[in-house]
Protein backbone atom coordinates (compact mmCIF):
# COMPACT_ATOMS: atom_id res chain seq x y z
CA UNK A 1 0.00 0.00 0.00
CA UNK A 2 2.58 2.45 1.24
CA UNK A 3 4.18 1.79 -2.70
CA UNK A 4 1.16 3.11 -4.63
CA UNK A 5 1.15 6.00 -1.86
CA UNK A 6 4.39 6.83 -2.67
CA UNK A 7 3.99 5.89 -6.57
CA UNK A 8 1.36 8.28 -6.34
CA UNK A 9 2.21 11.08 -4.90
CA UNK A 10 6.00 11.32 -6.04
CA UNK A 11 7.66 10.75 -3.15
CA UNK A 12 7.06 9.62 0.47
CA UNK A 13 3.57 10.85 2.09
CA UNK A 14 5.59 13.07 4.65
CA UNK A 15 7.71 14.92 2.06
CA UNK A 16 4.59 15.78 -0.36
CA UNK A 17 2.98 16.95 3.01
CA UNK A 18 5.94 18.78 3.64
CA UNK A 19 6.26 20.80 0.19
CA UNK A 20 2.47 21.01 -0.04
CA UNK A 21 2.84 23.12 3.22
CA UNK A 22 6.08 25.40 2.41
CA UNK A 23 4.23 26.11 -1.45
CA UNK A 24 0.68 27.29 0.39
CA UNK A 25 2.89 29.65 3.01
CA UNK A 26 4.81 31.16 -0.07
CA UNK A 27 1.77 31.38 -2.26
CA UNK A 28 -0.51 32.82 1.10
CA UNK A 29 2.64 35.58 1.34
CA UNK A 30 2.28 36.36 -2.11
CA UNK A 31 -1.00 37.00 -2.57
CA UNK A 32 -1.07 38.52 0.73
CA UNK A 33 1.49 40.81 -0.94
CA UNK A 34 -0.48 41.39 -3.84
CA UNK A 35 -3.59 42.51 -1.90
CA UNK A 36 -5.53 38.94 -2.72
CA UNK A 37 -7.81 37.73 -0.33
CA UNK A 38 -9.00 34.09 -0.94
CA UNK A 39 -12.69 35.45 -0.90
CA UNK A 40 -11.92 37.98 -3.32
CA UNK A 41 -11.14 34.86 -5.56
CA UNK A 42 -14.54 32.78 -4.28
CA UNK A 43 -16.49 35.96 -4.97
CA UNK A 44 -14.86 36.17 -8.57
CA UNK A 45 -15.52 32.75 -9.49
CA UNK A 46 -19.10 32.72 -8.22
CA UNK A 47 -19.44 36.00 -10.56
CA UNK A 48 -18.02 34.44 -13.13
CA UNK A 49 -20.89 31.45 -13.04
CA UNK A 50 -23.87 33.44 -12.71
CA UNK A 51 -23.04 35.51 -15.82
CA UNK A 52 -22.02 32.56 -17.70
CA UNK A 53 -25.82 31.00 -15.67
CA UNK A 54 -27.81 34.56 -16.96
CA UNK A 55 -26.62 34.33 -20.30
CA UNK A 56 -27.69 30.83 -21.14
CA UNK A 57 -27.32 29.46 -24.57
CA UNK A 58 -25.58 32.38 -25.94
CA UNK A 59 -22.28 30.99 -24.77
CA UNK A 60 -23.00 27.98 -27.11
CA UNK A 61 -24.07 30.39 -30.08
CA UNK A 62 -21.43 32.56 -29.50
CA UNK A 63 -18.38 29.39 -29.58
CA UNK A 64 -20.21 27.99 -32.58
CA UNK A 65 -19.93 31.47 -34.79
CA UNK A 66 -15.76 31.36 -33.05
CA UNK A 67 -15.59 27.71 -34.37
CA UNK A 68 -17.18 28.58 -37.70
CA UNK A 69 -14.98 31.46 -38.20
CA UNK A 70 -11.77 29.50 -37.13
CA UNK A 71 -12.68 26.57 -39.15
CA UNK A 72 -13.23 29.39 -42.55
CA UNK A 73 -8.95 29.87 -41.80
CA UNK A 74 -7.87 26.70 -40.55
CA UNK A 75 -9.34 23.92 -43.07
CA UNK A 76 -8.48 25.51 -46.70
CA UNK A 77 -4.66 25.69 -44.78
CA UNK A 78 -4.87 22.10 -43.62
CA UNK A 79 -6.19 21.39 -47.34
CA UNK A 80 -3.50 23.07 -49.04
CA UNK A 81 -0.70 21.44 -46.74
CA UNK A 82 -2.07 18.34 -47.18
CA UNK A 83 -1.85 18.89 -51.06
CA UNK A 84 1.50 20.29 -50.80
CA UNK A 85 2.44 16.96 -48.51
CA UNK A 86 1.40 14.79 -50.82
CA UNK A 87 2.81 16.38 -54.69
CA UNK A 88 5.93 16.56 -52.40
CA UNK A 89 6.14 13.09 -51.77
CA UNK A 90 5.50 12.08 -55.48
CA UNK A 91 8.79 11.96 -57.00
CA UNK A 92 8.22 10.50 -60.14
Do not use: C, K, Q
Not at 1 to 10: E, K, N, P, Y
Not at 19 to 46: C, K, M, Q, T
Amino acid sequence: MAGRMTRFLGDSPFRVLLRLIVLSVIVGLVLSVLNVHPFDIYYWAERFVLRVYHMGFAVFSDAFGYFLFGALIVVPIFIIMRLFSVMGGRRD
